[in-house]
């Protein structure tokens, strides 16, 4: 009933003017049935492709066997000088790139899980990230994503779960209607005039209508939001980064409430086999990358403002990297690693998961951090206790969900 | 007038794919139809006059042909095309060589040699050649005497020769590349085969049917040593089988570099072995997937110990230096040696390479595997939820020949259900379907093909680029995703407005030669107004009806 108010609603829109505020529109088309509109709750997953360094990015530096393991790549203790790690709680530390974390971490907003993974050995990345979008690590032949699976099955808004980027992520596929664009601004019949026929054509074509009917509300939605003009609240600088903008691009679809559930995006270039560190911890491949992934996070939370408080958002990389440096200032293929859960009903401020730590006989294969908690559990968690699922089951089949208690 | 023929048309879709009617299959298809409706489903598309060829050899004769390839002269304006793209024709080895991994020399900051371009070039040249618009670009390429285009490749920066790709011809665009990415060859020359055979191979058949096996039997390039394999893979395993018997294609994949690193069978290690080295072991991805996906199908009554007991019949299927391109090796000493018992067949204990030939014939002889490549060619080429009546019958030729997949065809091709109402447009094009057919429906000549292979992938389809071993679906439902249809119309008005690189549309009128449904559905959203032949091209491909088949 909604889309098809909401078609209503935006045509009318479209008819009105360019600066008409999608807020009011699709707060409008959402009052169904006299009831007040809902706001969503709004999970936002976020994959850092290639396997992030882990320790590095969230270092123990309590732990000696860190700075034996890696004597020329480690980042130093705590010490304040921007080229340490910024202290969390007494053992672990931001890299010192993730200083704009900081602040969120401490007001409670950001969770950390560490030593967190998937039981898979695999250290392909193509596997691994194969088995972490499905959702069923060790199992190939999922067809589709877990966060498809994720999406409630009313089909509340044609712009429900978007994808910003050129194709629809693995963790994205299945049975749920959902959009992938590079950008806002790719999101529409570029040839205008053609636009109204095709609309025409497909709304009368018995196995395509329904499909179209949601395509074309959801281009009209986001032409839209598209329209009307954005800029960050609170002072908030996006990088110039192609992240940075897709994270803009995400806020802008939630602050305009046109129904958005979940959203995906993904950022590359953290398989830093060679001079993972540079001359200084601030400086070389992944301290850039860092910069650009804090600033980029800290930008859409000091955007997001108040709306934070429905929002999630959630990190994730296939795989870890080995505890010990390799001959080349980088390091290879590993196992556990952290993820970051940040939001306004985020019990932030911690360092979650059991520390298995490093000396050489607790290492996974001798090598690597091992997992003492199952990406799905917090995953999971998001799904029950974020989004409002009744059971993890249908997303994570055949895993037992364990609640880290990450969300208040 | 106009009205009546709107009615008609709704009345005709309606009673098409998705209604439950029962008796559509048993329904035969008017015979004006039929040869509309073997071209849309045994090739890429109809070519302008492809009707009328197909109406004078007649229907029957007509498929008899194309499932007798060896008999069609093929195409030598193809052959012409697929000669320079060289990573089709090499082994693997010879690629890796050739084509490796980082640029031999400095590229990345380009500038090959102590030439400036601006001593090859006049100021307004290079001007042109930095802002013109792309035809006056086109020209000023054209007019170089061929030496010196090939001296200002090497002299331009990186980026400056990448924009040149559309505007050279192939062997020119082979310079710039091995130049700038090296590597990106083989994937290049993959996509571009592949859209070009399509476009223009005379054994549209056994073309369509090679994208079938390859995509049942899917393999991904992305998979690390996969980029230098996948060329061979397709020639040697999958495009001399697809009209041969399913066992000798099982057997060609399964042997095959790049199937056993895809599926990880190269490191596979009986268990006995893998003692002292934690980092092997058993690997089941292939067996499982040979199972699930390559035969039986995952209904087809195995269990999690016949994927142990297959994948230990396969331990010691490897690769010679798969990195390096090597070829296919059984080694003897990662073999596990013990006795196992698959699908109830008992494997006894001291064989070595064949006792995974002994799976790959038990599985073959499976009734579950009639039924499950039945179905899934049923699926192709008749429609989303095909008789089973029809999948019985294929199936049942499939095992009275041995797996004669020339015979199963045949079959099919000569039911009623395949002739039937049920069948007619009741399948969603994929996207590379979709644009290949475009591009042959507007007579377009394509000299460059990576574009729109970009174009396919946006479209949610990369070429040999599928991660999953399902392969792309062949459900119609899976398609009909939004990003998919924004894209499709987007595609189609593309190509009608001749803004594809590398792709250039004849001046022909698609309109006038659209269907009865096509020109009222177009008539019918124009409202009245004419827009101009480009735009109305771009509808006509855009269309519902284009995007079936």
């Known amino acids: ?79 304040g000088d921007g080229e340490s790690a910024i202290d969390l709680d007494g053992f672990f530390g931001l890299h010192p790139s993730l200083a704009p974390l900081k602040p969120i971490f401490a007001d409670r907003r950001l969770a950390i899980v560490h030593a967190a993974g998937s039981p898979d050995p695999t250290r392909s990345h193509f596997d691994a990230q194969d088995y972490m979008e499905s959702g069923t690590p060790g199992r190939k032949s999922t067809a589709d994503g877990w966060l498809n699976r994720a999406l409630p099955d009313s089909k509340a808004s044609p712009v429900q779960a978007v994808n910003i980027g050129a194709n629809l992520a693995r963790s994205l596929r ?42 074309f509300e959801a281009l009209r939605v986001i032409e839209a939001v598209r329209r009307s003009p954005y800029a960050p609240a609170n002072q908030a600088v996006y990088p110039s980064s192609r992240f940075g903008q897709s994270m803009e691009q995400i806020a802008r679809l939630i602050k305009a409430d046109c129904g958005l559930e979940v959203a995906f995006t993904e950022l590359g270039g953290w398989d ?99 997992v003492t908690t199952d990406f799905r559990d917090v995953l999971g968690e998001l799904t029950v206790r974020h989004l409002g699922a009744s059971s993890p089951d249908r997303v994570f089949p055949d895993h037992r969900q364990r609640f880290c208690n990450l969300i208040a | 007038m106009r009205n009546l023929i709107v009615l008609t048309v709704l009345g005709s879709l309606a009673a098409a794919p998705t209604s439950p009617d029962a008796h559509r299959f048993e329904r035969k298809l008017p015979a004006v139809r039929m040869e509309e409706h073997a071209l849309s489903r045994l090739t890429f598309g ?71 371009p601006s001593t090859l070039l006049t100021p307004e040249q290079l001007r042109t050649l930095r802002r013109g618009a792309p035809d006056d670009k086109r020209r000023l390429i054209a007019s170089l005497p061929p030496d010196t285009l090939g001296r200002l490749i090497e002299a331009l920066p990186r980026g400056g020769r990448q924009q040149l790709l559309t505007l050279v011809s192939e062997s020119d665009r082979r310079k710039i590349l091995l130049l700038n990415a090296p590597r990106s060859i083989p994937n290049h020359d993959l996509a571009q085969g592949k859209i070009l055979r399509a476009v223009y191979s005379e054994r549209q058949l056994a073309e369509v049917l090679a994208d079938f096996w390859f995509n049942h039997f899917n393999v991904n390039l992305d998979k690390g040593a996969d980029r230098y394999l996948v060329a061979a893979y397709e020639r040697d395993a999958i495009r001399p089988g697809v009209l041969g018997r399913f066992r000798d294609l099982l057997g060609a994949a399964a042997r095959n570099p790049a199937m056993l690193f895809y599926l990880d069978n190269w490191q596979s290690v009986a268990p006995s072995q893998a003692r002292g080295n934690r980092r092997r072991g058993l690997n089941e991805n292939y067996a499982r997937e040979l199972l699930e996906l390559h035969t039986l199908g995952v209904d087809g009554g195995y269990t999690q110990k016949d994927i142990v007991e297959v994948a230990r019949c396969f331990t010691g299927w490897t690769i010679r230096t798969p990195r390096l391109g090597g070829g296919f090796e059984f080694n003897e000493r990662i073999h596990d040696k013990g006795e196992k018992v698959v699908l109830g067949v008992t494997i006894p204990a001291g064989g ?73 447009r009741a399948k969603l094009k994929t996207p590379f379907e979709m644009a290949v057919s475009a591009v042959r429906a507007s007579g377009a000549q394509v000299d460059y093909a990576f574009p729109l292979a970009n174009q396919i992938a946006q479209l949610g389809q990369p070429l040999y680029r599928k991660m999953e071993p399902t392969g792309y679906s062949a459900a119609s439902v899976d398609w009909l995703n939004s990003a998919s249809l924004v894209g499709r119309m987007n595609l189609a008005a593309a190509l009608a407005h001749n803004r594809i690189p590398g792709v250039s549309a004849a001046d022909i009128d698609l309109y006038a030669s659209a269907s009865r449904e096509t020109r009222a559905s177009v008539d019918r959203a124009a409202e009245g107004n004419r827009p101009d032949r480009a735009t109305l091209n771009g509808l006509v491909l855009g269309s519902p009806e284009f995007q079936r088949r």
Not at chain 2, 395 to 410: I, W
């Open chain 1, 1 to 79: 009933m909604f889309s098809r108010r909401l078609l209503l609603k935006s045509s009318a829109l479209a008819m009105f003017a360019e600066g008409a505020a999608p807020g009011w529109l699709a707060r409008a088309a959402g009052l169904s049935d006299g009831q007040p509109s809902r706001r969503r709750k709004v999970l936002v997953a976020i994959f850092q492709r290639g396997a992030v360094d882990g320790l590095n990015m969230v270092v123990p530096y309590g732990e000696a066997d860190y700075y034996a393991l890696r004597p020329g790549i480690a980042i130093p203790r705590p010490a």
């Open chain 1, 174 to 215: 299945g049975p749920h209607n959902a959009i992938a664009m590079s950008s806002l601004a790719d999101f529409q019949v570029r040839d205008v005039r053609s636009a109204s026929s095709f609309e025409a054509m497909y709304g009368a074509d018995p196995l395509m209508a329904a499909p179209a009917r949601e395509t």
């Open chain 1, 272 to 370: 830093t086999h060679v001079n993972e560190v540079g001359a200084k911890p601030s400086a070389g491949q992944l301290a850039n990358l860092l910069a650009d992934f804090g600033q980029a996070l800290a930008a859409f939370h000091s955007d997001m403002g108040d709306r934070m408080s429905d929002v999630a958002v959630v990190t994730m990389s296939e795989f870890g990297r080995t505890a010990r440096e390799n001959g080349n200032r980088g390091t290879d293929h590993g196992h556990g690693n952290a993820m970051f859960v940040m939001g306004g009903q985020v019990r932030g401020g911690k360092v979650y998961g059991e520390w298995p730590g490093l000396t050489p006989a607790k290492l996974y294969e001798g090598r690597d951090l091992a």
């Open chain 2, 46 to 116: 109809a070519r302008p006059g492809d009707l009328q060829a197909i109406h004078k050899l007649g229907v029957k004769k007509w498929v008899d042909l194309q499932l007798d390839p060896q008999r069609i002269p093929e195409n030598p304006a193809l052959e012409a095309k697929l000669k320079p793209l060289e990573t089709l024709w090499m082994t693997p080895a010879d690629a890796v060589l050739r084509y490796p991994r980082r640029p031999a020399a400095k590229a990345d900051g380009g500038g090959e040699t102590d030439i400036a």
């Open chain 2, 352 to 424: 070595g390479m064949e006792d995974g030939e002994r799976v790959l014939d038990i599985l073959a002889r499976h009734p579950a595997t009639a039924r499950f490549i039945s179905r899934k060619l049923a699926i192709r080429f008749v429609a989303d939820d095909p008789p089973q009546k029809l999948v019985d019958r294929m199936a049942k030729t499939f095992t009275s020949t041995g797996g004669n997949l020339r015979a199963v065809m045949r079959t099919m091709l000569q039911s009623k259900e395949f002739w039937s109402e049920g069948a007619w």
